[in-house]
């Protein structure tokens, strides 16, 4: 059974940091893309970041571009996302994500999901 796993969300101030991991098992996720989504209060989910699956190439929303990092580490089948300058727009329930079968981009794929964990940013 495919599952992933969210953790480090939390409550952070505007400005602060956050990473959180997502961990991955029942398939070789190395060989495939992974991202993250979020959920804002009222919005539809909306890509967030994503990694192919070597890790040598990334894509961000441009709201987070300078701010976030995503990045992966294939031995651990993990992936995380370093979150800095947090803003409070940035409050939402985080999803990771990866690609049934792409192994470039997450974004446009077909995808299993996580159960989410939540990121409130406040002033």
């Known amino acids: 059974q495919v599952q992933l796993v969210e953790s480090g969300g939390g409550l952070v101030q505007t400005g602060g940091s956050l990473r959180l991991s997502c961990a991955a098992s029942?398939?070789?996720?190395?060989?495939?893309?992974m991202g993250w989504f979020r959920r804002a209060p009222g919005k539809e989910r909306e890509f967030v970041a994503g990694?192919?699956?070597?890790?040598?190439?990334?894509e961000y929303t441009d709201s987070v571009k300078g701010r976030f990092t995503i990045s992966r580490d294939n031995a651990k089948d993990t992936v995380y996302l370093q979150m800095n300058g947090l803003k409070r727009e940035d409050t939402a329930v985080y999803y990771c994500?990866?690609?049934?079968?792409?192994?470039?981009?997450?974004?446009?794929?077909?995808?299993?999901w996580g159960q989410g964990t939540q990121v409130t940013v406040s002033s």
């Open positions: 994500a990866a690609a049934y079968a792409r192994r470039d981009s997450v974004r446009f794929s077909d995808r299993y």
């Open positions: 029942g398939r070789t996720f190395s060989s495939y893309a």
């Open positions: 990694i192919n699956w070597s890790g040598t190439s990334t």
